[in-house]
């Protein structure tokens, strides 16, 4: 599986992305999905996760303001976040986990700035 990632950029705090992972293959929709960040000096953390059948999992510091979601027929995964702030800077990766399989995107940088 090869994930491609986009949509970072530059933002305002209290603004808007959309983050979007497409992904090569015929199984896609048998993957969870997930979404990760790593903030300059963090470790990688999950921001939100989304299995075939839709059921979804978020990092407490992103509920109420991030959503995942998924379209099988694209082989495409999306991240909205809204009401961005400072601490949300990071670079976003996209992974792919079915079993023992694991895969990654590149990552895209979300800045939230002033």
């Known amino acids: 599986v090869q994930l491609q990632a986009s949509g970072g950029g530059l933002v305002q705090p209290g603004g808007s992305l959309r983050l979007s992972c497409a992904a090569s293959?015929?199984?896609?929709?048998?993957?969870?999905m997930g979404w990760y960040r790593q903030a300059p000096g963090k470790q990688r953390e999950l921001v939100a996760s989304?299995?075939?059948?839709?059921?979804?999992n978020y990092a407490d510091s992103v509920k109420g303001r991030f959503t995942i979601s998924r379209d099988n027929a694209k082989n495409t995964v999306y991240l909205q976040m809204n009401s961005l702030k400072p601490e949300d800077t990071a670079v976003y990766y996209c992974?792919?986990?079915?079993?023992?399989?694991?895969?990654w995107g590149q990552g895209t940088l979300v800045t939230v700035s002033s």
């Open positions: 992974n792919a986990a079915l079993g023992r399989r694991n895969y």
């Open positions: 293959g015929s199984i896609f929709s048998m993957y969870v």
């Open positions: 989304i299995t075939g059948g839709g059921s979804t």
